[in-house]
């Protein structure tokens, strides 16, 4: 069995800063931490301004699990908000190889 990778793609909701976003991004730690499975997390912005949150997990079933549950979580409304909905593109990709340093 491989890891899964979810990646999220997107770009912000006007006038959101980067620094407010990353804040934001800060308080669903507890909630990814809390599930068994969460084995790595990076949340990345590229030149372009858009921006990468991705999530390693143990299998398919968490990943898509937690994915159906985050938007239930009182940080999820703030967080939402901060992100324009029409740039949003998520997947689960089975991870085949890694490196690492």
Known sequence: ??????????????????DAFVKLSQATEAFVRSNPGFLHR?????????????????????????????????FAPKLMAAINPETVKMRHEHIHWDMAA
Request: hydrophobic share 40%; aromatic share 10%.
């Open 42 to 74: 990076q949340l990345s912005q590229g030149e372009d301004g858009s921006w990468t949150d991705y999530v390693v997990w143990r299998d398919m079933d968490t990943a898509q699990r937690v994915a159906k549950t985050f938007a239930d979580q009182a």
């Open 1 to 18: 069995m491989t890891h899964v990778a979810e990646i999220v793609t997107f770009h912000l909701a006007e006038g959101v800063s980067p």
